[in-house]
């Protein structure tokens, strides 16, 4: 491969991870619709095992609002990439969290998965063609943030809505 080439394929490969590790977790986690709905092409399709379909609907409807909700958080480790011309595949993991309210007692329910992914190059842009969500482990306890926080003397992140004043684009 020449440099060139080799450059394209790097920077295909940093662009792929941003779509499905960075701004996919981010647009979450802020309950970003728009941010999240950009991580994948108009057409793409989702099996998320409890969802199977559009992936513009299936954010539509992971980020209702959820009575119980405190916040969520995501964290996509580095995926294992392989590009072909406009196309490519992807493998990642996650570990994401979230608290909630459970009767009268604060909980978190962590989340470990898998992501595979085919993704294409459209008009110059990276997007989830398809994913396929594989739940690895799911783990409920009752959540001790506060607790801990305010031992180690600094304030709680509880609001992670686009309105929060830490909020702000990136992209």
């Known amino acids: 491969m020449d440099r060139d080439a080799a450059l394209q394929m790097l920077l295909d490969k940093d662009e792929i991870r941003e779509v ?3 701004r996919y977790a981010r647009g979450l986690d802020w309950k970003d619709v728009a941010m999240l709905k950009s991580c994948f092409h108009d057409d793409a399709e989702v099996d998320y095992g ?3 379909g559009s992936a513009h609907e299936w954010c539509e ?3 209702r609002p959820e009575p ?3 916040n969520r958080y995501h964290y996509c480790y580095p995926a294992q990439v392989q590009v ?3 196309a490519a595949e992807a493998e990642s993991t996650s570990f994401t969290g979230r608290r909630y309210v459970e009767g009268e007692r604060k909980m978190q ?3 470990g998965s898998r992501y595979i992914d085919r993704l294409e190059k459209r008009d110059g842009a990276w997007r989830i063609a398809s994913r396929i969500t594989r739940i690895e482990f799911v783990h409920a306890f009752p959540d001790e943030t506060e607790a801990g926080q305010q031992k180690a003397g600094f304030e709680l992140f509880l609001d992670s809505s686009p309105l929060h004043p ?3 684009k990136l992209y």
Do not use: C, D, Q
């Open 20 to 22: 499905i590790g960075s």
């Open 50 to 52: 409890f969802f199977k």
């Open 61 to 63: 409807i992971i980020l």
């Open 68 to 70: 119980t909700l405190i």
């Open 109 to 111: 329910r962590m989340v």
């Open 84 to 86: 072909t011309g406009s």
């Open 166 to 168: 830490l909020y702000r």
